[in-house]
C-alpha cells in the first residue's frame, strides 16, 4: 500500500474523529449542529476507525441507530474493499 493512500486513511480518520467531538461540544452548548450527512461522509471517505472510536470516546450520537449500525457497516465495507485490493496489488498483478 503507497504512502499516499496511507497518509488520506490516517489524516480521514483524524479529521471524522475530531467531528465528532466538535459536534458533541456544540450539542453541549445549544450551538448549529453539523449535519449528520458530514459525519457519515467523513467516514466513507476513509474515516470510519476515526468515526466509531469518536462515538465511544465522546459518547456522541450512540443512541441513534443509523450511527449504531451504519458507522461500523461502512468500517467493515472499507475492510472488504482494502482487503480485495491489496489480494488484487499482491497476487493478481
Not at 474523529?17 to 450527512?37: I, N, Q, S, T, Y
Request: proline content about 2%.
Amino acid at each position: 500500500m503507497s504512502a499516499g493512500v496511507l497518509l488520506w486513511i490516517l489524516g480521514w480518520n483524524v479529521a471524522a474523529f475530531c467531528l465528532m467531538g466538535v459536534d458533541k461540544w456544540k450539542a453541549k452548548h445549544g450551538r448549529w449542529r453539523l449535519p449528520e450527512k458530514v459525519l457519515f461522509l467523513s467516514a466513507l471517505a476513509g474515516g470510519s476507525v476515526g468515526a466509531l472510536l469518536g462515538l465511544g470516546f465522546f459518547r456522541h450520537k450512540t443512541r441513534h441507530w443509523t450511527f449504531r449500525l451504519g458507522m461500523p457497516a461502512i468500517l467493515i465495507l472499507q475492510v472488504a474493499a482494502l482487503t480485495a485490493w491489496t489480494y488484487w496489488d499482491v497476487f493478481l498483478r
